[in-house]
């Protein structure tokens, strides 16, 4: 009982860690792209200990997951910087519906006890869209609906099995993205312009952000179902846009909450009516 008590707070500060993405994504002027790979490269680094080399082998499978999590973390702070924190986060987290498309067109069947969670995240997708045009907020809403594809192609491929697996699974994925967005980078990069809070920033979010929070959440998997860490994880799209109203000032139009939270809704009922199947029930946060 201990144990598991334990394996629930390593979740929760593993959630909280990343739910703070969008505080310090926000706070660094820079390209968006280089803010992804610097991140990825400090989170790879820090966790690098972790990848056991021996058991490294490439596949069709390792590289999918490797290039989908590439893109989802680009993506994702491609779409932080675009848009409100709130709509990345939110819609990232419509990857179940891509995954239930992807099944039924796999598989030519409907689970019928899907059809509403993915009617709630379906509509929360519909809110976004609607969302009266400011700035750049619709290409945002648009590059965050992408990165929720990507999301989706990495949860299906990280729930297969693969050479190495845990937190050493994370690293390579980090160092992987890393090199692949540094070749998309516009160069000139002007790295003097980062401010000293811009660079103590990208620091956090390698660091703490992804690296620490994926340790904490390797060793809660260890006593904590899945499911159940699924469930607490969704602390994360909820306190994101709150630490981003909080510090940045920066409010979710009514769209937004409106979509939020029928997302949530879905994603809390998808995650009941999969309670049967547990291969379903893999839980993966890379915002």
């Avoid at 390593?10 to 505080?23: C, E, K």
């Avoid at 469930?231 to 139009?253: C, G, K, Q, R, S």
Wanted: positive net charge; proline residues 5%.
């Amino acid at each position: 009982m201990q144990n598991f008590s334990i394996g629930i707070v390593q979740v929760l500060i593993a959630a909280f860690l990343w739910s703070t993405g969008g505080v310090f994504i926000k706070a660094i002027d820079a390209d968006p792209i280089f803010i992804a790979a610097a991140r990825s490269a400090i989170a790879g680094l820090i966790l690098l200990p972790f990848i056991d080399f021996k058991k490294l082998r490439f596949s069709f499978g390792l590289a999918a997951l490797l290039v989908s999590y590439a893109y989802t973390l680009c993506s994702f702070v491609i779409a932080t910087k675009l848009t409100a924190s709130a709509n990345a986060i939110a819609i990232q987290y419509t990857a179940p519906l891509w995954l239930f498309i992807f099944t039924v067109i796999m598989t030519k069947k409907v689970s019928l006890a899907r059809i509403i969670p993915m009617a709630f995240i379906g509509g929360g997708i519909l809110f976004f869209l609607m969302e009266p045009v400011s700035g750049t907020n619709a290409a945002g809403n648009l590059m965050a609906l992408s990165s929720g594809i990507g999301f989706a192609a990495l949860s299906y491929f990280m729930s297969k099995p693969q050479c190495i697996a845990g937190v050493g699974l994370i690293s390579l994925c980090n160092l992987t993205a890393a090199l692949c967005m540094v070749l998309f980078i516009p160069y000139p990069i002007s790295v003097s312009s980062i401010s000293t809070v811009g660079w103590m920033s990208l620091a956090y979010l390698g660091i703490f952000q992804i690296g620490i929070a994926y340790i904490f959440y390797g060793k809660a998997l260890e006593t904590v179902a899945p499911l159940k860490a699924t469930i607490i994880a969704l602390i994360e799209p909820i306190l994101n846009p709150i630490w981003v109203v909080i510090f940045i000032h920066e409010i979710p139009t009514i769209y937004a909450l409106f979509g939020g939270v029928s997302i949530l809704i879905g994603i809390l009922l998808d995650i009941k009516a999969s309670n049967s199947t547990p291969r379903e029930n893999v839980s993966v946060s890379n915002s």
